[in-house]
């Protein structure tokens, strides 16, 4: 059915469109899922024909689909067709009885002592959390995010609309917040009569997805509304890194200057032993080149920024740091970027490195702790073989010990799991 299409063309379209929004389940498929499956696959489409017929079909009760059915493989239908933006199907499913309440929220209400906007102030900050990000796809949120505004107002409306009681609201701000539509935040705080300053610590988790999505306007008016320019969201999950972290980690160069310019602070953080919570290191580690050299002339330290582009395999920007900071070819300099280095497994830093100037047999002094010597370390953090044959082709003493040449790797470095054959792939460029 969903399959009858003009050309050949328009049916790889229409499979290609349905495999997007398939969700990969552990589940075995179900043959009386098959019609709530097909269902799903109209909305994606947005074939409404297909959709009224077969919602309409009759057939044994377990087998049927309905608007408000579920499947492994998809969304609830609403969140479908509002994601698509199919404002028709959306209409329909809502004259037939969809509702806007999914059933992880209903699930949730009934488990939860945080359940409604009335108890928001009545936790803290790790509740907060749990709450606003905890929950599955909405029909109000797909909305939001894909840009269909005839669909927001849609479901906004008194005969639609949720409760005016629902944290679904605030999870909807974030949204908009992350792509930017402050006019819908505002017509959010609206329908729920409400305004920013009567929700503790949400200002700050406003903030936080307006830097994910790169929204400087979103920024601003956070933060003309008075929330910290360091905020800080839940600190015991993000203990040292703030939003200047957050937004020199992504490369959002536009929004660590704008952060810099309303007092966020560049420079003080934890000691090294308290690595990476620096907003040098954050966009360093990551291959961030504008925000490390936004943020160094505003007075960060470059010998921390060399450490972490090394912890993150960043071998082209520890190049650019040593030709343009001559301070860092110091030896204890070089030997603490050298352990990074080999931390990470990344061959092309250790040769920059040696040719810098890092000694490959004497032993490391980190923090003034004198330690192994390089292949040593290697050899006692990971032990692979093919890291011991780079560094001695460089010039390091042979080691008796036993190395591991073959074994299922278990380093990961940014996410990439480790190996010979992988091992350049963590870095950005």
Known sequence: MLVEASSPEEVRARHEAIAECAILAKDDYLPRLERQNLLSGAIIIGDISTVRSVLLRDGPESEKATVSGTTPHFWEPLTLAASKGHQEIVQFLLDNGARLETQAELWWQDRHDLAQLADWNLHDERRHHTVLHSSSPSALRAAISGGHTGIVHLLLRLEHRLPTTSLEYLRAILTAAKVGRKDIMELVFDTIDQQLSDFENLGKFIMWEAIRGDQAEIVQWV????????????????????????????????????????????????PRGGYGG?????????????????????????????????????????????????????????????????????????TILVQAGASLNDCYEDDGVRLDTPINKALKQHGFSWVGEHLISLGAYPTDAEWASTRTSDLKVREVVVTKRTWDWVGRY
């Open 278 to 350: 620096l907003p040098v290191e954050g966009a360093a580690m990551r291959g961030q080149r504008d925000a490390v050299e936004l943020l160094l002339s505003h007075g960060a330290d470059p010998a921390r920024a060399l450490y972490a582009a090394a912890a993150g395999s960043q071998s082209w920007l520890i190049k650019h740091l040593l030709s343009n900071h001559p301070q860092l070819t110091d030896e204890i300099t070089l030997r603490t970027c050298f352990h990074f280095a080999i931390a990470s497994c990344s061959l092309t830093a250790m």
């Open 223 to 270: 933060l003309d509304h008075g929330v910290d320019v360091n905020a800080c969201p839940v600190r015991d999950y993000y203990p040292i890194r703030g939003t200047l972290h957050l937004a020199a980690s992504l490369g959002r160069t536009r929004l660590v200057e704008l952060l810099l310019n309303r007092g966020a602070n560049a420079i003080d953080g934890p």
